[in-house]
């Protein structure tokens, strides 16, 4: 066991040049919060902090903690492939968690933890899933306290005056309870949403606090957030000179490498705001390559973008911004393989190169952004092809828009339209799985992660308009494929020659 926590060890500490390291600079935080909440004694604790390590021969529960803390903190490096892999490995013997005295905090802390995770990604509905499930397992008064104080922070910017006094009573639930963690994250938490407010004094307020907290107890993570958000509340304040100052003081203080390129890739947008193109696409340049080199894959896409649009902009270099946006791409395809959601800059990644491709090279850009996505049918019939993207478009929607009425309301789909569609799938062969049972196996043999990918990046689009967009795209794949040559094209998808030309004529008009 101890062998086996140790490669988790040397996998998770890619991420520094450094050895143990990132173990080293999370664990206060990450040990003291199970520790706070009675998962961990406090002996356990001291040890972990001290000595890195405690007995956990023959300890499943154990081992499987440990896990579930290299996740959270794989997750909070920007190693979101490693940190989905070891949510998995979690999930897979999610029974062990069921074992012992503690089994709901276990379990709850497992959920809870996994719905921060989800969140951090941009995953919103599988977020609040799992975050239920910790309301529905939860026992004890300090995981029930956590548990309602995230679904306050959710609500965002629509917090009431009355939730803006439970927040502060979660704090001070926080504070009277030891949980010195939860306290300086919510403190932080406020700041950020006073900062949304444009309420600057209080969140300098709540930020001095939560920084005093950090600094105390010796969290090393939230500390770096804190120093961050002191800089994003210089740019809400237009002292952008200043800030330029203060990130650089900051670069030489930090030892995190991730943060490192946080505030690296910072400095290179205020550099471009700035006008100092040159010296935006230097510290640009010195972002991506810390990235790469320590598998920050959160960011990889951020930076790469960033990259390309000054060399396509700035440089008018079309050759390296086409290598840089298609490395953004690539990179949000590769997370989205592993169910990171194609969400907020890593959307902005995907519609930049689909832009840049339409600009430059136009009648290509559609298929040269989705070869990857479709390669899985260049063998399959049309009616295959079509069933396979239905049953995975429900099946996205069930996973992230919520099953039931919850994926009919996100589709702008009749129910009876629905259940029609659903049992003509079942009737050839493609059978749904048991959404109603709280440990979900899909299937691999109908499961494609293009048509996935597919249904994330379309995720708006109602019934009828993504099915529009999915025939043009898909159609437009396969006349390629078939030298555009449409009899050929409509002999290998099985459908008539006179429907084909009908349904294909955008693809030899300039006007689509």
């Known amino acids: 066991m101890t062998h086996r926590r140790h490669l988790v060890s040397s996998e998770l500490n890619k991420t520094h040049e450094n050895s143990n390291f990132v173990e080293t600079f999370h664990a206060a935080e990450c040990y003291g919060l199970m520790g706070q909440i009675g998962i961990l004694s406090d002996e356990q604790v001291e040890l972990l902090l001290d000595q890195g390590k405690i007995s956990d021969r023959r300890n499943k529960m154990l081992e499987a903690l440990y896990k579930i803390t290299y996740a959270k903190i794989a997750g909070r490096e920007g190693n979101y492939s490693y940190a989905i892999e070891l949510y998995d490995q979690v999930m897979e013997k999610i029974n062990v968690l069921n074992q012992g005295t503690q089994q709901e905090s276990a379990m709850t802390l497992f959920y809870y933890e996994y719905s921060e995770f989800l969140h951090a990604i941009d995953d919103t509905s599988g977020s609040m899933m799992y975050l239920e499930r910790a309301q529905n397992t939860a026992r004890s008064n300090k995981m029930k306290q956590m548990i309602a104080y995230q679904f306050m922070v959710r609500q965002g910017r629509s917090l009431k005056k009355s939730g803006l006094r439970k927040w502060l009573q979660s704090i001070a639930y926080f504070n009277q309870n030891g949980m010195t963690v939860m306290e300086t994250l919510a403190h932080y938490d406020l700041a950020q949403y006073y900062v949304g407010r444009d309420e600057l004094s209080e969140a300098a307020s709540h930020l001095d606090r939560a920084h005093e907290l950090a600094v105390t107890a010796g969290y090393q993570y939230l500390q770096c957030n804190i120093d961050l958000a002191r800089g994003f509340l210089l740019i809400k304040q237009d002292r952008s000179s200043e800030v330029v100052s203060y990130y650089e003081e900051l670069l030489n203080t930090v030892h995190s490498t991730y943060f490192k390129s946080m505030i690296i890739l910072a400095l290179a947008d205020l550099y471009q705001k700035l006008g100092r193109a040159d010296k935006a696409l230097e510290t640009a340049m010195e972002g991506l390559e810390i990235c790469q080199r320590f598998t920050i894959s959160s960011e990889l896409a ?115 339209s629905f259940y029609s569609a659903t049992e003509r799938l079942r009737s050839r062969g493609i059978i749904f799985p048991n959404f109603r049972k709280n440990d979900v196996e899909i299937p691999s043999e109908n499961y494609v992660e293009g048509l996935q990918q597919y249904s994330r990046m379309h995720r708006e689009k109602t019934w009828v308009e993504i099915n529009e967009r999915f025939e043009k795209d898909m159609l437009a794949y396969h006349y390629k494929l078939n030298n555009y040559n449409k009899k050929l094209l409509a002999k290998n998808l099985e459908l008539a020659y006179s429907g084909i030309v009908n349904r294909t004529k955008y693809l030899t008009s300039r006007d689509n």
């Open 302 to 416: 951020r930076a790469s973008l960033m990259v390309g649009k000054l060399y396509h902009r700035h440089k008018t270099d079309i050759t390296k911004a086409y290598f840089y946006y298609q490395q953004a791409y690539g990179s949000v395809l590769e997370l989205a393989t592993r169910g990171v959601p194609i969400t907020g800059v890593r959307q902005s990644a995907v519609n930049s190169y689909v832009s840049f491709l339409e600009e430059h090279f136009p009648g290509n850009a559609a298929e040269s952004a989705h070869e990857d996505l479709f390669a899985f049918s260049r063998e399959l019939k049309w009616v295959r092809i079509k069933d396979l993207f239905h049953y995975n478009l429900f099946l996205y929607h069930y996973l992230n828009s919520g099953v039931g009425g919850k994926t009919l309301e996100a589709l702008d789909f009749p129910a009876s």
